[in-house]
């Protein structure tokens, strides 16, 4: 069963202490990207995100990235293979060995189950895992108006937090895009690839039983120090 996390759930020292993975579970649009960038700098560790991954390798033309753009544009699931060469690469990087947070992967069990074995081969136990909990109502909300800054990546929204010009990015003043694949049909895709593919995962790390299911409706400053308090030590 999951955690229901409240103020007073911490995990232990010795498990802030010992190099850990740590895996954001969530529905696209769930937030998982602003809170590990939070969780990341907070512990000190490098965020992996297999989307910007692949994102970078579309904008570099790799072989890589023109393999997952047409699955990605779609709004479908980048298969299976392709995914746990590139999770594999980037964690047997240096940077790794203290710990890292997984975002967007694993998404299927067949990712979940090769994930396992890699985490044994680097001698790290079993993997933190928090669920961004968020209905699909809101997470269509989120992406249809989801704008994006090309150049920072500072994420806006039309309604919920528009730039102070329109189209323009605070930041840097470039022009915002939309992201192929959060158009209508391809957010539809997304939600269906989440329901039947990854949605199991959370029974799947559930019984391993260090699995977190936090409220991803709040606010994500208030999400973000409800996760901060999840690893504060006891
Ligand atoms: P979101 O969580 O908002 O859908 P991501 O940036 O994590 O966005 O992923 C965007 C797309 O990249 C996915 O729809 C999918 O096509 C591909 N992708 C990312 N991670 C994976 C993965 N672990 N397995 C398969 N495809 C993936």
Same mark, same amino acid.
């Given at each position: 069963?999951?955690? *229901? ?6 995990? &232990?020292?010795?498990?802030? @202490? ?11 649009? %769930?937030?998982?990207? &602003? ?15 297999? =989307?910007?991954? #692949? *994102? $970078?390798?579309? $904008?570099?033309?790799?072989?890589? =990235?023109?393999? %997952? ?5 779609? =709004? ?5 293979? #392709? ?10 990087? %240096?940077?790794?060995?203290?710990? +890292?947070? #997984?975002?967007?992967?694993? @998404?299927? #069990? ?12 680097? @001698? ?12 699909? /109502?809101?997470?269509?909300? *989120? ?16 309604? +919920? ?5 329109? =189209? ?14 959060? @158009? ?5 895709? *997304? ?7 990854? %949605? ?16 991803? /409706? ?5 999400? &973000? ?5 999840? +690893?504060?030590?006891?």
């Amino acid at each position: 069963m999951a955690n *229901r996390v409240d103020a007073r759930q911490t995990v &232990t020292a010795e498990n802030q @202490r010992t190099p850990q993975a740590i895996i954001l579970l969530g529905g696209p649009g %769930a937030g998982k990207g &602003t809170q590990a960038r939070e969780i990341c700098s907070h512990l000190e560790i490098p965020h992996i995100s297999t =989307g910007d991954i #692949l *994102r $970078s390798n579309i $904008s570099q033309q790799t072989p890589l =990235g023109q393999k %997952a753009k047409e699955y990605m544009n779609r =709004g479908d699931l980048v298969p299976d293979d #392709l995914i746990i060469d590139m999770v594999r690469d980037r964690i047997g990087q %240096a940077d790794c060995q203290g710990g +890292f947070l #997984l975002d967007g992967f694993p @998404r299927t #069990l067949g990712q979940a189950k090769a994930l396992g074995g890699l985490l044994q081969d680097k @001698r790290l136990g079993s993997p933190m895992v928090i669920n961004l909990r968020v209905s699909t /109502e809101v997470l269509v909300q *989120r992406l249809s108006g989801r704008r994006i800054c090309p150049s920072c990546q500072r994420t806006y929204h039309v309604t +919920f937090q528009p730039p102070l010009r329109s =189209g323009i990015c605070d930041t840097d003043g470039a022009a915002l895009q939309q992201r192929a694949d959060d @158009r209508e049909e391809a957010i539809r895709e *997304r939600l269906v690839a989440y329901d039947e593919q990854t %949605a199991p995962l959370i029974g799947y790390y559930g019984n391993e039983g260090r699995l977190f299911d936090v409220n991803g /409706e709040q606010t994500p400053q208030l999400l &973000t120090s409800e996760l901060t308090r999840l +690893f504060e030590v006891a």
